[in-house]
Structures are given as structure tokens and as C-alpha cells.
């Protein structure tokens, strides 16, 4: 792992009606548009689902992690992240992440481990972390 801190930039670009592309180097361009309950369009990532994939995605990649360093084998992790936008003292911001996660282990697999492994990868999530 490279030294503290990291430093990732993004950019974001868009015009008055169309999709906003978003980008970043070395990845492939995303078109976004405010979600359905603001008057999107539908069917683009918006900022919003994007942060709560964002809170999956870490899930599963810090499982990966504390799974590989306590030597935990899994076949499969699925995760569904349920992300809360309430109003909030005249504040709209996400109260609440949901985690839910379905595990696969191999046959003996010591579910005991892996339950703790997976507490665990929810504790030490940068992003859950962050928000």
C-alpha cells in the first residue's frame, strides 16, 4: 500500500439538460443524472446511488481484505446497501446505510470466523467510516 495520504481526483462535466460524464484517469467515462425522486430521468448512476454503491463496494472489498489476512477461504459475498435521504432540520442528507450481506462459504467452512470477519469488514470500512 502506498504511504498517506492517497489523493483521487475526479472530474465532472455537463450542460443545462444533458447526461453529466464523469471521469477520472485510466477509467471509463459514467453518465449521471439526478435520480427519478428529483425530477430525473431514470436509468443513469446519480450521485446518489453512486454513494451508496460506493458504501457496498468498500463492504466487499474490506471483507476481501480481513477475510485474506485471517486466511478465511469464501466462495462468494453478495451485498445490498439500502441508503436513507431523509430531510432532516431543513438538511436533506442520508441518515442511515443498511448493510445486508450473504456470505458463501465452502463446505466446513468455520462460520463462527466468518461471521466476526464480516462484522469486522463493516467496522473497518473507509467509506461507512468517512460518512
Same mark, same amino acid.
Given at each position: ?31 449521471? *443524472?439526478?435520480?427519478? =425522486?428529483?425530477? &430525473?430521468?431514470?436509468? +443513469?448512476?446519480?450521485?446518489? %446511488?453512486?454513494?451508496? @454503491? ?21 466462495? *462468494?459475498?453478495?451485498? =445490498?446497501?439500502? &441508503?436513507?435521504?431523509? +430531510?432532516?432540520?431543513?438538511? %436533506?442528507?442520508?441518515? @442511515? ?35
Amino acid at each position: 500500500m502506498d504511504a498517506f495520504p492517497h489523493h483521487y481526483r475526479v472530474r465532472a462535466s455537463g450542460s443545462a439538460d444533458a447526461d453529466v460524464r464523469i471521469d477520472s484517469d485510466d477509467l471509463p467515462s459514467l453518465a449521471t *443524472q439526478a435520480p427519478v =425522486e428529483f425530477g &430525473g430521468p431514470g436509468g +443513469r448512476w446519480s450521485p446518489e %446511488t453512486l454513494l451508496v @454503491a460506493a458504501v457496498a463496494d468498500c463492504y466487499v472489498l474490506s471483507f476481501r481484505a480481513v477475510a485474506a489476512a485471517s486466511k478465511l477461504s469464501f466462495e *462468494q459475498l453478495d451485498c =445490498e446497501v439500502e &441508503g436513507v435521504l431523509d +430531510r432532516v432540520e431543513r438538511t %436533506t442528507r442520508f441518515t @442511515a446505510f443498511e448493510i445486508r450481506a450473504r456470505l458463501q462459504l465452502p463446505t466446513g467452512g468455520d462460520e463462527d470466523k466468518a461471521m466476526r470477519l464480516m462484522e469486522k469488514a463493516e467496522a473497518v470500512c473507509l467509506i461507512s467510516n468517512s460518512l
